[in-house]
């Protein structure tokens, strides 16, 4: 089977840098995703790893180190509205579905 | 390019009944993924599709749970005597097979069920 451990909640101030750490459990890794859901909301995409190293997208960036079954989310420069779940997921190779984790709450206050 | 649609957006019903939700993927897209999400939970998958055919199918997917995707293009979710712990927001997400967007899954704003 897949699972996924990840922070249940993360609280920062506008402006600053979060990192959510996500690790998991998987045979046969092919990649970790981030996903951002809002309240009411549908998830959205953020980043995705197949590979170890950092990909950056803006103000987003995830890592990956897959001999540690490790993954981050790294948000800078916070804003109001980041305030939202954050959720890991992986895709075990030969499949097509997430198996996603439990999500992060991210509240960014004033 | 308008985004997975999915229908209704809430659905009241009674312990018993059946209900059928509906999924309109992004056009180009072949790939149809379903997906169940409790309060505080992160998505479950339930079932993928490539094109037409049923691929994966979770064991969450019991036998009163049934899709389909008659012909490559929208889905549907049938759950039949429902109980309440269907209770739940149903999530339909699509992807294409290849290309730089091939690892994303885009998702609709999904069917709220409440079983009574």
């Known amino acids: 089977g897949q699972s996924l451990e990840q922070p249940s909640e993360v609280t920062a101030v506008e402006g600053a840098i979060v990192q959510i750490n996500c690790t998991y459990q998987t045979s046969g890794f092919y990649g970790l995703s981030w996903y951002q859901q809002h309240d009411g909301g549908a998830p959205t995409f953020l980043s995705y790893?197949?590979?170890?190293g950092l990909e950056e997208t803006g103000r987003f960036s995830s890592f990956l180190s897959r001999s540690d079954s490790y993954g981050y989310l790294l948000l800078q420069e916070l804003q109001m509205k980041d305030s939202a779940s954050y959720f890991c997921a992986v895709r075990a190779s030969g499949f097509q579905k997430l198996v996603f984790g439990t999500g992060t709450r991210l509240l960014v206050s004033p | 390019d308008t985004g997975v649609s999915q229908n209704p957006r809430h659905k009241i019903t009674k312990r018993g009944q059946n209900v059928t939700f509906r999924c309109d993927p992004i056009?180009?897209?072949?790939?149809l993924y379903w997906y169940r999400q409790t309060l505080g939970q992160g998505p479950e998958f339930l079932t993928y599709?490539?094109?037409?055919?049923?691929?994966?199918k979770s064991r969450l997917l019991s036998d009163r749970f049934s899709a389909e995707r008659p012909k490559g293009s929208f889905s549907t979710l049938e759950i039949q005597r429902t109980e309440q712990g269907d209770s739940a927001m149903y999530l339909c997400a699509s992807s294409p097979s290849g290309g730089a967007a091939k690892n994303i899954q885009y998702f609709g704003a999904g069917t709220r069920l409440s079983v009574l």
């Open positions: 790893n197949g590979l170890d």
């Open positions: 599709f490539q094109n037409e055919a049923q691929l994966e």
């Open positions: 056009s180009e897209h072949n790939r």
